[in-house]
């Protein structure tokens, strides 16, 4: 039963079964762990993060244990795209586990994969699934603003899948879910300048209220939450920083849980996400080769913004380049999700696709 989720250091089986029903199964982490509560539903024994000595344990159903997989979003249709681009060098610039290379390497024979992430556990899980095409993909660990420096060779088609896997929000050792408790931390990759305690803790209320209200609270619930943080530091646990978060909005409780945004707020910052995209965006502008393709899928309204005004320019919508050289692929509109795709993975709810085509001059 060992190392059926790898993120968990012990999972075994609980001894009476008779007892359970359904059987649990006992997990050890080696840092505090909250299971979404939607996931632990009513159990025989006491769940979420009880604690040792040594290490932190939950019993939970067994059928809450399954390895990660994360689910490539609208993978149908990028792979369509994929699949009109000349043979060549395709630029997965958020590889995460792999699953749209997986995708495109199994649907196209002629091309070859460059994937690049920030984040070296997921390159080792990519490498894990994209096995079977060994010899036709290379990984390389590097953020996305320097694909450029990254590849000498230009690219058909570049993708960036913004945002966060699913390996990376359920690994509850790395800060990034409210639901668990665990240090400040949110670094993406092992190249980062701060860390989410360096916000938390050293950032003047003016600087957080501006990340909290850009990441789409109001200006007053951005002051007052940036306003309960300073005063309760130091804050050193995501449980702490929930709490406050929770008694500053008086437990307001919306169709998210009031810890989303800050939380999302912080990572962003952590990341510098906004300005990843802009430099990664220009990047591909200029690495990708005639009718070669860009494609962005984006969870939040921000990185779509982004995306949007940048393609506007470069297909001369705004008129700002001299010569515009770009083309919308489909439209100018976003794609989203197909009904069929939003009932499989829920996660995909907020995607946004925008593509656009270099012109073959
Ligand atoms: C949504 S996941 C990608 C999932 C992937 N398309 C798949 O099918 O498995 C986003 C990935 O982008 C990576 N990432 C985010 N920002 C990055 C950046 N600036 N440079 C490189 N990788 C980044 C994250 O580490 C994460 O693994």
């Given amino acids: 039963m060992d190392n059926v989720y790898p ?9 009476d079964d008779e ?34 000595s040594s290490s932190h344990f939950s019993w939970v159903h067994k059928t809450m244990i399954s390895p990660v997989v994360h689910k490539p979003v609208l993978v149908k249709e990028i792979t369509a795209m994929a699949n ?7 630029i997965d610039a958020t590889v995460g586990l792999g699953g749209h290379s997986l995708a495109i390497l199994s649907a196209r024979s002629d091309i070859t994969i460059l994937g690049i992430d920030r984040d070296q556990k997921a390159l080792d899980e990519a490498n894990k699934n994209l096995k079977p095409f060994k010899g036709r993909y290379n990984l390389v660990q590097a953020r996305f603003s320097q694909i450029n420096e990254v590849s ?19 690994d509850y050792s790395r800060g990034f879910s409210f639901y668990s408790n ?3 931390d949110m670094t993406m990759g092992a190249d980062y300048e ?48 929930v709490e406050i978060i929770m008694a500053a909005k008086k437990g307001r409780r919306g169709k998210i849980h009031p810890a989303t945004k800050i939380f999302q707020a912080i990572r962003r910052e952590v990341n510098n996400e906004h300005n990843e995209l802009i430099n990664g965006l220009k990047s591909a502008q200029s690495l990708i080769a005639p009718n070669g393709i860009i494609a962005v899928i984006s969870y939040h309204s921000l990185e779509d913004r982004v995306t949007k005004v940048f393609f506007d320019e470069i297909t001369g919508h705004i008129k700002v380049e001299p010569v515009a050289n770009f ?14 795709e939003l009932a499989d993975n829920p996660r995909a709810r907020s995607a946004r696709l925008r593509a656009v085509r270099r012109n073959s001059k």
């Fill in 152 to 170: 000498h060779q230009k690219a058909v088609f570049i993708l960036f899948d913004l945002g966060l896997s699913s390996l990376q929000l359920e």
């Fill in 327 to 340: 083309s919308f692929v489909i439209s100018r509109k976003a794609i989203k999700p197909s009904e069929q």
């Fill in 194 to 241: 701060k860390t989410a305690w360096h916000v938390v803790n050293q950032y003047s209320v003016k600087a957080l209220q501006e990340i909290f209200s850009l990441n789409g609270e109001t200006k007053q619930v951005a002051y007052k939450v940036a306003q309960e943080i300073v005063k309760a530091r130091p804050i050193e646990y995501t449980n702490e920083l």
């Fill in 84 to 90: 009109t681009v000349p043979s060549g060098l395709i």
């Fill in 19 to 52: 007892v359970c029903s359904p059987p649990l199964l006992r997990v050890e982490t080696s840092s505090p762990f909250k299971f979404h509560p939607a996931n632990v539903g009513i159990l025989c024994r006491p769940g979420g993060g009880l604690q040792t």
């Fill in 7 to 15: 993120l968990f250091k012990k999972v075994t089986q609980s001894t």
């Fill in 182 to 184: 665990s240090k400040l």
